[in-house]
């Protein structure tokens, strides 16, 4: 008797998605970082949601677009594990949602370089850590891949996105709409290893914006 009972409370739960929403709760508690005072949700134009973290179920991917080529190379390339990185593959498309929406609120950015700075920046990184050299390799890369014919940009735009790159991580801010935009895109997505993102750091008006609503 109590065992019938116990297999329709099981059949009961099973049909009406209790253990599949209990197990995705779950999910999200393991993978949250730690809620910051000072960190930031907001949703921008319904399609960019900034969660601070990891549990970003909102990620788009460039795969179906003009730039999946690119994706690939990056990908190809990239050396660390794919299961574990915090500078992989969803980190890039997060900087590119970012960078479309700093964009579009950025009078003279120029997308087509902020949009490849998203996908190759981190691409040549050596490892999870300190990697000062890493943003130099990422612009060795795009050089090849302009050679190549992969990449698509003229000679000016090349070279702000090897500057953009070459300097990501040194801790400047620029006055330059493009690379301001691409070192911001990528600072908004520093909550994902635990960082808040620093408003002084900030080159965008847009970003502080965000940042201080
Ligand atoms: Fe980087
Ligand atoms: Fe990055």
Redesign the pocket.
């Known amino acids: 008797m109590l065992f019938a009972q116990i297999k329709i409370a099981w059949t009961f739960f099973n049909t009406t998605g209790f253990f599949d929403r209990f197990t995705n709760e779950f999910e999200e508690i393991l993978h949250k970082p730690e809620k910051r005072k000072d960190s930031r949700d907001w949703t921008e134009g319904g399609e960019v949601r900034y969660t601070g973290g990891m549990r970003n179920k909102w990620r788009s991917s460039v795969s179906d677009y003009e730039l999946a080529p690119l994706l690939e190379e990056a990908k190809n390339v990239f050396g660390l594990d794919l299961g574990w990185t915090k500078?992989g593959p969803n980190?890039?498309l997060q900087?590119e949602k970012n960078a479309i929406m700093l964009g579009k609120h950025t009078l003279g950015c120029d997308m087509e370089v902020a949009r490849r700075f998203a996908i190759l920046?981190?691409c040549r990184r050596q490892n999870e850590g300190s990697d000062p050299e890493h943003g130099a390799r990422a612009s060795e890369f795009a050089q090849e891949l302009n050679n190549k014919g992969v990449l698509g940009l003229d000679s000016g735009q090349l070279a702000t996105l090897k500057y953009a790159m070459n300097h990501?991580n040194g801790g400047q801010v620029s006055s330059d709409p493009t690379i301001g935009v691409c070192w911001d895109a990528?600072r908004l997505?520093l909550p994902r290893v635990g960082t808040s993102p620093n408003i002084d750091l900030m080159s965008t008006q847009y970003a502080r914006k965000l940042l201080r609503l």
């Open positions: 500078h980190h890039w900087v920046h981190d990501h990528d997505d």
